[in-house]
T-cell receptor, first 113, second 114 residues
Framework: GENVEQHPSTLSVQEGDSAVIKCTYS??????FPWYKQELGKRPQLIID?????GEKKDQRIAVTLNKTAKHFSLHITETQPEDSAVYFC????????????FGTGTSLTVIP | ETGVTQTPRHLVMGMTNKKSLKCEQH?????MYWYKQSAKKPLELMFV???????ENNSVPSRFSPECPNSSHLFLHLHTLQPEDSALYLC?????????????FGEGSRLTVL
C-alpha cells in the first residue's frame, strides 16, 4: 500500500517568516494530495489540495507544490502568523483505492510572535 | 447542527466495559469513516462505509465493531478494550469519488481505557 512520510515532525518559526513542510509518497498511482490543519483540540480541516495534473497551487499565504517524478509534495506558508500554529497533515490518495486516505505523521508548527 | 457531530467527546472506560461512540453527518455524504489518532502516529484508518456498506477494515481488532444503520449515522462499539486503545477517535465523511473528495472530520471522541 501507499506509504507517506512527512518532515519535519516539529517546526518553530518567527512570525513573518516562511514555513515549509515536506512529504514523500511511494505509490505512483496516487493522484490527489490534500493538506489538513488541526488546531489544538479541534478537528482536522482541509486547507489546500493538489491533483497530479498540476505542479503548484496557491491560495493566499499558502501554496502546495508537487513533483510527481520524485514523488514528493510540499506545503509552503509565507508571512506566518500565530494563528498558523497547529499540526499539519499531508495525505496521498491512490486512484485504485477509491477513498483511502494515507496520512503522514503530522508536523507541529509553532509560530513565535 | 451542520457538519459532522461526534458523541461523547470524552469517554473513560474500564477494560471490561462496553460502550459506543456515535457519529452523525448532516452533509448528505455517501461515505463515512472511523480514524484513530494517537500521539506521534499517522491518522490510522479503521473502517470505511460507502452507501452503508463496509468497504474497508484495516486489520482492526474485533474488540472494535462498527455499525452504519444509514448513510448519516455511524457507530463504533467498544468491548474489552486495552489501555493501548486509548486515543482520539475521529469520524469523517465525504462524497465518495474515485481518488478525490474532501474529508470532513468530527471533533473526535477522546477515549481513555483504564
Amino acid at each position: 500500500g501507499e506509504n507517506v512520510e512527512q518532515h519535519p515532525s516539529t517546526l518553530s518559526v518567527q512570525e513573518g517568516d516562511s514555513a515549509v513542510i515536506k512529504c514523500t509518497y511511494s505509490d505512483s498511482a496516487s493522484n490527489y494530495f490534500p493538506w489538513y490543519k488541526q488546531e489544538l483540540g479541534k478537528r482536522p480541516q482541509l486547507i489546500i489540495d493538489i491533483r497530479s495534473n498540476v505542479g503548484e497551487k496557491k491560495d493566499q499565504r499558502i501554496a502546495v507544490t508537487l513533483n510527481k517524478t520524485a514523488k514528493h509534495f510540499s506545503l509552503h506558508i509565507t508571512e506566518t502568523q500565530p494563528e498558523d500554529s497547529a499540526v499539519y497533515f499531508c495525505a496521498a490518495i491512490p486512484t485504485n483505492t477509491g477513498n483511502q486516505f494515507y496520512f503522514g505523521t503530522g508536523t507541529s508548527l509553532t509560530v513565535i510572535p | 447542527e451542520t457538519g459532522v457531530t461526534q458523541t461523547p467527546r470524552h469517554l473513560v472506560m474500564g477494560m471490561t466495559n462496553k460502550k459506543s461512540l456515535k457519529c452523525e453527518q448532516h452533509l448528505g455524504h455517501n461515505a463515512m469513516y472511523w480514524y484513530k489518532q494517537s500521539a506521534k502516529k499517522p491518522l490510522e484508518l479503521m473502517f470505511v462505509y460507502n452507501f452503508k456498506e463496509q468497504t474497508e477494515n484495516n486489520s482492526v481488532p474485533s474488540r472494535f465493531s462498527p455499525e452504519c444503520p444509514n448513510s448519516s449515522h455511524l457507530f463504533l462499539h467498544l468491548h474489552t478494550l486495552q489501555p493501548e486503545d486509548s486515543a482520539l477517535y475521529l469520524c469523517a465523511s465525504s462524497q465518495r469519488e474515485i481518488g478525490t473528495g474532501e474529508l470532513f472530520f468530527g471533533e473526535g471522541s477522546r477515549l481513555t481505557v483504564l
